[in-house]
């Protein structure tokens, strides 16, 4: 056991912030982290379904709060920052929340540019605006980052250019942040998800079956693994959770 | 390709429910079938050191194997907590089973807490697929409660309770196997003596082997047949299995763990040191490029490790010496008797 693991399991409490919380993939990350012990602050544009998440939670033990705010805007994030809520310290940022763009999916070559700003905005500005917000509150904690990546990020799919060109980028903004927040004890680790039966991907294949993807419950066991490992070793990786197998390079 | 596939009937008495010692024979007294191009010879495993060549590499888990069995209570009742595998940071998949023959599920409902000893298991959530098997945060020194109250992980076919070293293989060094990587049981300090007598060579891997369960294997396709679990293949492993196979001499994995880690590391032109954890599956349609030949245990119908082994020498080269196991009356499982395969072309 790393010093460092046995610090952040002695401390009294760990928290966790999570983006696009009320549903998917977001809401299996949460709901594992409410029940793993983590403080939770859930982040999600609709406060209905964000509210409702996290009754649930709250009637098993979780310890919630909920903000209804657009990671993609000024104001959504200037909200996200003044919940005043880890002032000792945040141990988990995962910016999850994506945008796909048009449904259905639309080449690049005709794609409406403020589409394409939209994207951006929501994938790309929003993770890169809540590190600089939270930076502090991070490294108080050696915390982590994880930003949710895609297959489109390197697959060059068509239809796929506008979500898959944000996320490439994000990709090499973890790459950058990991460099530049070392000294800060923060680590940065991008994730592909893989294809999961999610309202995104339903989004970009609108009225066709998706019921052959899997739940994102399947990447349970790679959450498990990946809040096991300290986090200096992961800083600077991306990681496919429904790969053949996870690892860190002796 | 559907499990049911892979199915064959395999007489119910022909599982071992005691360690060979119990039976009156040493360890490397047990069965030993040989499966090649030329079909399948009978013999004992001490002929091991003469069914293989000078230059063979054999690589062997050196996983050693844990107390994982907790006798544990929560809300519904006592029941035994078998630890599979650990996370880090605390968390454990786990297996609640009633008793050594009667599998769970036991049931949890929110905030409940699981006592083990001294040690507070928190659930957390289900193992996708596999509802019998947990998530579980441990508060407390799960170490100690596995030296003070641990027993090996038993199923209802092996008779009585055996101490830990009969779980051990002779290559044991590394702590953290839920179940005994059994393909190397029979191997003795001699044995290994004479092997290197006769020039062939051993390499080490780590893979850490979670609970077997069978009852616990998933039949929705879209859930992988193996779940992950840690594994080491470090530098010198990885050279000498890469001049081996440079060279023309043959690597043998000892057991379907050692073959899994071995098949991770390998990359395009050679295998690399690497660590981590894997679930690579391996059945029919994925080629098997890291070794020629397979020692391990005979496996059940329906199983992944039948999947396994059809992918590895060819569905009809193993139907053939299951045949022929089950007609002179090899005997199953961890305790029983075992086999060494061939790749076709590779002996």
């Not at chain 1, 996290?54 to 310890?63: D, I, M, V």
């Not at chain 1, 763009?101 to 929003?126: C, F, K, M």
């Not at chain 2, 076919?157 to 049981?185: C, I, K, N, W």
């Not at chain 2, 530098?235 to 880690?261: M, P, S």
Request: proline residues 8%.
């Amino acid at each position: 056991m790393t010093p460092r693991a046995t610090r952040r399991r002695n401390a009294p409490e760990r928290s966790a912030l999570v983006t696009g919380a009320s549903r998917g993939l977001g809401a299996v990350v949460a709901r594992f982290l409410g029940a793993e012990g983590y403080d939770l602050v859930l982040v999600a544009r609709e406060r209905g379904p964000l509210e409702s998440f996290a009754g649930e939670l709250r009637s098993k033990g979780a310890t919630v709060r909920t903000v209804a705010a657009d990671v993609g805007s000024d104001a959504g994030r200037k909200l996200i920052a003044s919940t005043g809520a880890f002032e000792t310290g945040l141990d988990l940022l995962v910016n999850n929340a994506s945008e796909l763009g048009p449904s259905p999916l639309r080449p690049l070559a005709s794609v409406a540019l403020e589409d394409l700003e939209r994207v951006y905005r929501t994938n790309v500005v929003g993770p890169i605006g809540l590190v600089q917000a939270f930076r502090p509150a991070l490294a108080r904690r050696s915390g982590l980052v994880v930003n949710i990546s895609s297959d489109a990020a390197i697959g060059g799919y068509p239809g796929w250019g506008c979500y898959g060109a944000s996320k490439a980028a994000l990709d090499l903004v973890s790459l950058t942040l990991a460099h530049e927040l070392a000294s800060d004890g923060i680590g940065i680790v991008a994730v592909d998800p893989g294809d999961l039966r999610t309202t995104l991907h339903q989004a970009a294949y609108p009225g066709e079956d998706i019921s052959d993807r899997p739940l994102p419950e399947i990447t349970l066991p790679f959450w498990a693994w990946l809040l096991g490992q300290p986090h200096d070793a992961l800083s600077g990786r991306r990681f496919r959770a429904q790969a053949e197998h996870w690892g860190i390079p002796a | 390709m559907m499990r049911a596939s892979f199915d064959f009937d395999r007489p119910r008495e022909l599982e071992a429910k005691s360690p060979p010692e119990d039976r009156g024979l040493g360890r490397d007294g047990v069965r030993l079938l040989t499966t090649g191009d030329l079909g399948s010879e009978n013999g004992r495993f001490a002929d091991l050191p003469g069914r293989l060549r000078p230059g063979d590499l054999l690589v062997v888990n050196e996983s050693a194997t844990l107390p994982a069995s907790l006798p544990a209570h929560s809300a519904a009742g006592p029941f035994l907590l078998n630890l599979s595998t650990y996370y880090g940071d605390g968390v454990w998949l786990a297996e609640p089973r009633w008793a050594v023959g009667r599998p769970g599920p036991v049931p949890f409902a929110p905030g409940d807490e699981v006592r083990a000893g001294a040690v507070r298991f928190r659930p957390i959530a289900p193992y996708p697929g596999i509802p019998r098997l947990w998530f579980f945060r441990a508060m407390g020194d799960v170490g100690d409660a596995m030296a003070r109250f641990g027993r090996p992980i038993r199923y209802g076919y092996v008779d009585t309770a055996h101490d830990l070293g009969a779980y051990q293989t002779v290559f044991a060094r590394v702590p953290g196997s839920a179940e005994m990587p059994s393909a190397a049981r029979p191997f003795t300090p001699q044995l290994v003596e004479r092997l290197g007598r006769r020039g062939v060579r051993i390499a080490r891997v780590v893979l850490h082997a979670g609970v077997s369960s069978l009852e616990s294997e998933p039949d929705r396709p879209e859930i992988p047949p193996v779940y992950p679990e840690p594994f080491e293949v470090r530098a010198a492993t990885a050279e000498a299995v890469t001049r081996a196979r440079a060279e023309g001499h043959r690597v043998i994995a000892v057991g379907t763990t050692a073959l899994r880690a071995l098949e991770t590391a390998w990359t395009y032109g050679g295998m690399v040191a690497a660590r981590g954890f894997t679930q690579l599956t391996l059945g029919p349609g994925r080629e098997v490029r890291s070794a020629d030949g397979l020692l391990t245990g005979l496996h059940d119908p329906r199983t992944s490790h039948l999947a396994l082994l059809f992918g590895f020498a060819g569905e009809a080269r193993v139907r053939a010496a299951y045949a022929e196991a089950i007609r002179a009356g090899y005997l199953w499982h961890e305790f029983g008797d075992s086999h060494l395969v061939w790749r076709p072309g590779a002996g």
